[in-house]
């Protein structure tokens, strides 16, 4: 079974309603553009194009997800606090008979959510522009600022 969620827009969450769902794989292949990153409040990405390609697996003991998302997201530069757009390829597995999977419960999954926590999680603890292509207004200001680790001694002291 193929499913489009095609309205990535739209305030309503799009929540995978588990107990609907047949046995056997469901596939679902959509996009989060930038109105759906916007939609976010105090979100770490700003925006972007993220492709996710969702495969659900309904037993009858429980649930399987394999996600695919890859595209490039906007984030801030950690020096420059700049826009800046970063590229993600990340896949995740996801077992209900797994102790440590706490992404769904046991009667929904939301698949645009899930796929934005997975690209939020492998985002770097540090996000800098490659070298040279910070703004050069900040870059300018930060190295007026910049402060030494070794101070040196008046020459009265040596």
């Not at 992404?103 to 698949?111: Q, V």
């Not at 490659?130 to 900040?138: N, V």
Request: net charge negative; proline share 4%; with cysteine.
């Amino acid at each position: 079974m193929q499913a489009f969620l095609r309205d990535m827009t739209n305030k309503a969450p799009h929540i995978i309603d588990l107990d609907q769902l047949e046995l056997g794989q469901h596939e679902y292949d959509f996009v989060l553009d930038d109105a759906w990153f916007k939609d976010l409040e105090k979100s770490e990405v700003l925006g972007g194009e993220a492709r996710v390609h969702a495969v659900l697996e309904v037993r009858k003991s429980g649930y399987a997800l394999d996600m695919q998302v890859s595209g490039t997201v906007q984030v801030v530069c950690d020096r420059c606090l700049q826009p800046m757009d970063y590229k993600v390829s990340v896949t995740d597995h996801m077992d209900s008979a797994d102790e440590d999977s706490l992404a769904m419960d046991d009667r929904h999954a939301d698949l645009p959510w899930l796929a934005y926590e997975l690209i939020a999680i492998n985002l770097p603890l540090v996000l800098r522009h490659p070298e040279g292509a910070c703004d050069p207004e900040m870059v300018a200001l930060l190295q007026q600022h910049l402060c030494s680790s070794t101070t040196e001694e008046p020459e009265d002291e040596r």
